[in-house]
């Protein structure tokens, strides 16, 4: 068996399947694979982080932000966990662990208790 490293990653591929670190992921394609970087990756059809399945990600609208935070057009994901009751569509990363969307701001995926939204920035954004 040859695997191909994808550079700079822990996914690898043998032409026939898709690894991370060298344990197989079931049911993704190697052939339309996409490392999105820091530990996600998707094909057509399904998206993964650390070589496991996200249940539900749409792989069409999946975005990867800074410090672990990913979206797509319906939900917020932290390293690779769904986020329950957050708005895809206003949350952004603010970089240093936070983000936001329009109802809290979030600390390397947790909700910061007694910050606005509206209010808070970082001195990155």
Do not use: W
Request: with cysteine; proline share 2%.
């Amino acid at each position: 068996m040859f695997y191909h490293s994808m550079s700079g990653s822990s996914y690898a591929n043998d032409d026939i399947h898709v690894y991370y670190r060298g344990e197989r992921i079931n049911s993704m394609r190697t052939m339309s694979f996409v490392d999105l970087g820091f530990g996600y990756g998707r094909d057509p059809f399904q998206v993964c982080f650390a070589g496991h399945i996200i249940n539900g990600a749409h792989p069409d609208s999946f975005q990867v932000l800074d410090d672990g935070y990913a979206k797509d057009l319906f939900h917020v994901y932290y390293q690779g966990d769904k986020m329950h009751g957050l708005m895809a569509s206003t949350f952004i990363s603010l970089g240093n662990g936070y983000a936001k969307d329009s109802l809290n701001v979030y600390y390397y995926g947790r909700k910061a208790e007694g910050l606005s939204p509206i209010a808070f920035y970082t001195s990155l954004n």
